[in-house]
């Protein structure tokens, strides 16, 4: 039983360091590649829309294909997508291959973000804070890195190793996937992934995590596509725009290291979540109005401030009595949550290219910042979940006792 938990554990942590290298890899690069594929800011911004849309995709598909071919099978699938996605991708000879190339790499990521809570709830119901923290805390290793490297590998060895050699890290995840699929068919008694969670989108706890969740990720993604761009318009280095995405998802980790602990030690988190919002809306005016003067100020509140974004996570598994419910759960927050932010870097983009400054996008993320506090004062509220009839598992962290 341990060795299989351990075996779930690497497979679960390594899958999750890659759930975010397709995004923040390409953001610093864009530019360049831009200007070899000859096309400029408003497919840069449907480039940075992307992850977003194929996220909510992916969270619309999820429930339903996990319930037919069960969570791991799942799993294995996306792993196969992300890696083959980032490695076709480098290959790339125009925008439009690149596109299709990446929407691979992201439907499988997206694919990633809706299975691992489940995944979580299933074998390491014991553990829900601790495995929360662990797998958000290699999500922020995949979003950082790769953006801390983007440019001084492309300097070294072009844009299309830099992007091309994060097809690594889902390879890694491959093997140990292939081994708990392979022994979970073996179980035969998948009974969680055949139950149909219904009611949903009639729940004001679902809503508000939507909102949550995908508010945050709206501006996250912006911020993501763009940083690099206010700070190159306020004369900054293509080095200093990259080494900003850098520290922006780098902060990340202080959100992921507290945010578990903090929804599960408090009935009603919801005080944390407003200072974050608070972080949000200072630093987007500072890094607005005030590029250069107090750079790493705004930058710091920017990278606090989606902290939200773990806290959502945690929030689905807290608030759902089974796997089957948070699998559902899962899809529709980061479905419609998605879908709803993936507007953001294209809108961005349109808004900066109409007006030729950055007040107008601003003035459209600080609405969005809006919506994080309204969505979390929702689903912080202590309250479980509430759907129409669902039969209750009992998958827990036995499932792989017995296994070889």
Request: charged share 10%.
């Amino acid at each position: 039983m341990l060795s299989g938990r351990l075996v779930v554990v690497v497979a679960i942590l390594v899958f999750a360091a890659s759930l975010r290298t397709a995004v923040t890899s390409i953001a610093p690069l864009l530019t360049r590649i831009g200007d070899e594929m000859g096309f400029g800011a408003t497919t840069i911004g449907l480039i940075g829309m992307m992850p977003t849309a194929m996220f909510g995709i992916a969270g619309f598909l999820a429930p339903a294909l996990s319930r037919r071919i069960g969570l791991e099978n799942l799993t294995l699938a996306a792993v196969v997508a992300t890696g083959a996605g980032i490695a076709l991708r480098a290959t790339s000879s125009s925008a439009g291959v690149l596109l299709l190339w990446s929407g691979l790499a992201l439907l499988g990521m997206g694919i990633g973000n809706i299975v691992i809570p489940p995944l979580v709830k299933r074998y390491f119901s014991d553990r829900i804070a601790l495995m929360s923290t662990a797998y958000i805390t290699f999500v922020q290793l995949g979003t950082a890195v790769p953006a801390a490297l983007a440019v001084p590998v492309a300097d070294a060895h072009g844009w299309r190793i830099s992007l091309a050699m994060w097809a690594l890290v889902p390879a890694m995840a491959l093997l140990p996937w292939i081994g708990i699929a392979a022994a979970r068919r073996r179980r035969r008694d998948d009974d969680a992934a055949t139950e149909r969670v219904t009611g949903l989108w009639r729940t004001p706890l679902a809503w508000g995590m939507t909102f949550m969740f995908g508010m945050t990720s709206l501006v996250t993604y912006s911020l993501f596509t763009w940083l690099p761009t206010m700070i190159s318009d306020a004369g900054g280095s293509d080095q200093l725009g990259g080494a900003v995405v850098a520290v922006f998802s780098a902060l990340g980790f202080i959100g992921t290291l507290v945010a578990p602990a903090v929804c599960a030690r408090f009935r009603n988190p919801f005080g944390f979540a407003a200072f974050f919002t608070i972080c949000l809306a200072v630093g987007l005016a500072g890094i607005t109005w005030a590029p250069m003067s107090g750079t790493w100020v705004w930058v710091a509140l920017l990278g606090v401030g989606p902290t939200t974004f773990p806290m959502a996570l945690t929030l689905i598994n807290l608030r759902t009595r089974s796997d089957a419910e948070s699998a559902a759960l899962s899809g529709f927050a980061q479905g419609v949550g998605y879908l709803l932010a993936c507007t953001g870097p294209l809108f961005v983009g349109v808004l900066h290219e109409a007006t030729r400054g950055w007040t107008l996008p601003t003035a459209f993320l600080f609405i969005a910042v809006a919506a994080i506090a309204a969505g979390a004062a929702v689903a912080c509220r202590p309250l479980p979940i509430v759907v129409e009839d669902v039969p209750l598992p009992q998958n827990g962290p036995d499932d792989l006792a017995g296994q070889p």
